[in-house]
Every structure is written in C-alpha cells, then in structure tokens.
C-alpha cells in the first residue's frame, strides 16, 4: 500500500514542521502548505517525503489549486492538520476591522476552507481532521478578543465537522496547545511572563513543539479510532486550574 499522505497548513516552522517531522518519522509522506515561500522551500529540501506547496489558506481559489496538486502528486489525503495561524494580539477598543478580519481570515476562514476542499479525498480514506486551536479559545484573556474569539471558532467548527462528516467514516478533533516553548515566544517573553506561565501551570514549565506533535500525530493515528468530536486542551494543565493560586502550591 502507499504511504499516508498527511496535508499539514503552517508547515514551515513551529509545530507544524514538529508535527511533519513526526509523520515522516512514521512513514508517511507530507504535503506541506505555507505561505512564507523562502522558509518553506529551506525546510522542505532536508525532508524526503514532503512537498512543499506555496498557499495562502485564506484564499479559496489557492486552497482548491493546493488540493488539486496535492491529489495530482500523491492520489490520496489521510489526514489534514489544520495548524496554520497568525496571532495580533490587542485591546478590544484598538482592534479596527481590518485586524480583526486579517486573524479570522487565516484562523478560521482557512481552516473552513482547507477542511472542505479535503473532503472527498478524505471520504474515500476515511480519513481524519485535526484542527489547532488554543487555550485561548477555552478560556478569555487580555489583549486577545479577535485571536481568541477565532480559537473558539475552531473548536466549535471541530464539532460540527464530527457530527456531520462521521457517516463517511471521518473523524474531526481539535488541540488547544498552552504555552509552547517556541523561539518566536521565547523571544516576545520576558522573564516575568515566562515566571507566571510557570507558576499558573500545574506542570510549571511550558510545552515543547514535539509535545504538541505527539497529540496532533495520536489523533491521525488508527489509535484514536474511535476517538472524534474532542477538544484536547495540551497545556500542562494550563486550563483545568484557572488562576492557580502558586503561593499556597509553594508552601507545600
């Protein structure tokens, strides 16, 4: 039989390339989808079992050309991870509608798009979805109404996707990563946001691109057979305990 093929969105850095490494690691073969074409072509050259697709999800005319190629090349899609994302954090009050629309058109239009332009190649694998949110979508915080409100789009989308695309044997959930150890929030964080991360997350440190990887790669697996519709909050227990209360936690 041929490989798997997965179609990972956001595949040029972060964790959709962890999470293409790890198909590959596995034997599939990757479809890798970007819109930053000078990063995703530096990628893709040291991966055999990729091709790297320059698309801008949010663009319905390049997400049906993306999947036409996709199908061209490999005949077949297995799993499509839905990870691309772009975050413009913000107060309410100076979110004009052009950053609004620019966060939903990638974090939730795209995903729409991309996942509906797969269906039928996913109807005949009886494949599956994966959908990236964030904790964000579970839970409110500063500076994030358009980004968050986006998320929380995903994971409702994720359960629409389970309750009508399960007749045809297609599963659809959703992982809502916490803190992730990436360089891009490395970079952005200072050490007092890097303390009170730890301190509010039950786990005290935050996740790994690989970590986040590990779910996305469990849920395409025929492991999570049965598994569809679910939100997996991946956040070291960011989310079940709210505000955390690190001083009682300390005294222990």
């Known amino acids: 039989m041929a490989n798997k093929l997965a179609l990972v969105t956001g595949a040029a850095r972060g964790i959709g390339l962890a999470t293409t490494k790890l198909f590959l690691e596995s034997g599939w073969n990757v479809a890798m989808i970007d819109r930053d074409s000078e990063t995703l072509v530096e990628v893709a050259s040291g991966l055999d079992g990729t091709m790297p697709i320059v698309a801008d999800i949010s663009d319905p005319i390049q997400v049906d050309d993306m999947v036409r190629t996709v199908d061209a090349e490999f005949g077949r899609i297995d799993a499509v991870v839905n990870n691309a994302g772009v975050a413009d954090f913000g107060r309410i009050e100076d979110h004009d509608f052009a950053v609004w629309r620019r966060v939903m058109e990638t974090n939730l239009d795209g995903v729409f798009l991309v ?14 979805i994966v959908n990236i949110a964030s904790i964000s979508g579970l839970r409110a915080s500063t500076l994030r109404a358009a980004y968050g409100t986006s998320k929380a789009g995903v994971i409702h989308l994720t359960k629409q996707q389970a309750a009508e695309l399960g007749e045809f044997g297609i599963r659809a959930n959703c992982v809502c990563p916490g803190p992730v150890r990436t360089k891009l929030a490395m970079a952005v964080h200072s050490p007092e946001i890097i303390a009170a991360y730890h301190d509010a997350i039950p786990l005290n440190r935050y996740g790994s691109e690989d970590e986040i990887a590990q ?20 956040d070291g227990g960011f989310e079940s305990t709210g505000v955390g209360l690190p001083a009682l936690r300390s005294s222990e």
């Not at 996942?115 to 599956?128: D, F, K, M, N, V």
């Not at 779910?215 to 991946?234: E, N």
């Open 215 to 234: 779910v996305i790669f469990f849920l395409c697996s025929d492991k999570a057979s049965y598994i569809t519709g679910q939100v997996i909050a991946s």
């Open 115 to 128: 996942s509906q332009a797969t269906i039928p190649a996913l109807r005949e694998s009886r494949g599956s």
